[in-house]
T-cell receptor, first 116, second 114 residues
Framework: DAGVTQSPTHLIKTRGQQVTLRCSPISGHKSVSWYQQVLGQGPQFIFQ???????GRGNFPDRFSARQFPNYSSELNVNALLLGDSALYLC???????????????FGAGTRLSVL | DAKTTQPTSMDCAEGRAANLPCNHSTISGNEYVYWYRQIHSQGPQYIIHGLKNNETNEMASLIITEDRKSSTLILPHATLRDTAVYYC???????????????FGQGTILTVHP
């Protein structure tokens, strides 16, 4: 079975540009979460979507937005890119929204974004 | 979610048991302990979770102290492929804006030597 897939794997952008990252969850998983991982740090939560609705939001500026599609895939958009947005962006899917098993998340390999 | 404290790094010889500690002294009664690891250039991988009893699966064992203020992840026979950053996360079933939010700290860098 396919795991969580993310595209593209690498991306180079310049300051001020906009970027869209894509994620396909494990089949049957309706919850998708996005994380940002800056070099040397643990992943930081950005968003969670469940059944196409935003259910959680981390401490990120409004330049960050996301959406989930009817097939449960998701996109993360970042506008007006800053140098500090350079990071590994991780997508995770889970089967449940609540309960102890909602905290078991399956991660993709990530998209490495470099902002020049 | 309760705060966790882990050593920055640890070493282990291949074939020996790796014991990774985690302190979570402010854990509340309904919070579980979850362990994830992140191998270089990959996304985090779920390992195991527990509430108060010891747990074991095909990857590892989790020992939680009776007062639940600390836990130890045990990799019984470490291999070179177990070299990774290991994250201990304490989390309950809170909903609201914390849905889906795993809080990763700095984790423990485990290096397994030949």
């Amino acid at each position: 079975d396919a795991g969580v897939t993310q595209s593209p794997t690498h991306l180079i952008k310049t300051r001020g540009q906009q970027v869209t990252l894509r994620c396909s969850p494990i089949s049957g998983h309706k919850s998708v979460s996005w994380y940002q991982q800056v070099l040397g740090q643990g992943p930081q939560f950005i968003f969670q979507y469940y059944e196409k609705e935003e259910r959680g939001r981390g401490n990120f500026p409004d330049r960050f937005s996301a959406r989930q599609f009817p097939n449960y895939s998701s996109e993360l958009n970042v506008n007006a890119l800053l140098l500090g947005d350079s990071a590994l962006y991780l997508c995770a899917s889970s089967l449940h929204l609540t309960g102890i098993y909602s905290n078991i998340q399956y991660f993709g390999a990530g998209t490495r974004l470099s902002v020049l | 979610d309760a705060k966790t404290t882990q050593p920055t790094s640890m070493d282990c010889a291949e074939g020996r048991a790796a014991n990774l500690p985690c302190n979570h002294s402010t854990i509340s009664g309904n919070e579980y302990v979850y362990w994830y690891r992140q191998i270089h250039s990959q996304g985090p991988q779920y390992i195991i979770h527990g509430l108060k009893n010891n747990e074991t699966n095909e990857m590892a064992s989790l020992i939680i102290t009776e007062d639940r203020k600390s836990s130890t992840l045990i990799l019984p026979h470490a291999t070179l492929r177990d070299t990774a950053v290991y994250y201990c996360i304490v989390r309950g079933n809170a909903g609201g804006t914390s849905y889906g939010k795993l809080t990763f700290g700095q984790g423990t860098i485990l290096t397994v030597h030949p």
